[in-house]
């Protein structure tokens, strides 16, 4: 961790939270909203979000599922994310997404017609625009984490540290 936190302060809150408030929590708010207001199914969702954890090496970001009416992906959906091009756990749907956001991350110059074709065939725009804004935060926080070495010293709920 390159950041010294004082004694008692959680480093997430003092960090996004304290340090640099104006921009700290709208970041936060923005981060919130894509978890709280998205439209994709879950496994689309958790595919471009645990493919950009496994980019960022973010520690936080690969543990955690996000849970949505008491369901999560299963335990070995992070294995096929890796696996996205081959594994038959996903739909197209769910492989797209895993593909965008590696794309996005890591060579978004070359995001051609064939694939918008297969995206559009497969999304709405309102859907791309989402996915799009949900991985550019994924990228953006879990990176900042990464990089300031916050994600190892975040403890998901019901872990300890």
């Known amino acids: ?3 010294d ?6 480093p997430i809150g003092y960090v996004w939270g304290e340090m640099v408030p104006g921009i700290g929590l709208a970041a936060s708010n923005f981060s ?3 978890y709280s207001h998205s439209t994709l199914g879950l496994r689309e969702f958790e595919a471009a979000r645990l493919k950009i954890a496994q980019i960022n090496g973010c520690i936080f970001c690969l543990d955690w599922r996000t849970e949505r009416d008491g369901q999560k992906v299963e335990p070995e959906f992070a294995d096929a994310v ?7 756990l996903f739909d197209e749907r769910t492989r797209l997404a ?3 956001a590696e794309r ?10 064939e694939f918008w074709d297969r995206m559009r065939a497969q999304y709405s725009q309102t859907e791309i625009v989402e996915l799009s804004m949900s991985i550019g935060s994924w990228l953006a926080f879990g990176r900042l984490n990464h990089v300031l070495g916050l994600d190892a010293v975040c403890v998901l709920p019901g872990h300890s540290s």
Request: charged share 30%; aromatic share 10%; proline share 3%.
């Open 1 to 3: 961790m390159i950041i």
């Open 32 to 34: 919130l909203s894509v």
């Open 98 to 100: 895993a593909e965008y």
């Open 104 to 113: 996005y991350a890591t060579d978004h110059h070359n995001l051609d017609e």
């Open 82 to 88: 890796t696996n996205w091009r081959t594994t038959e």
């Open 5 to 10: 936190i004082p004694e008692g302060k959680d």
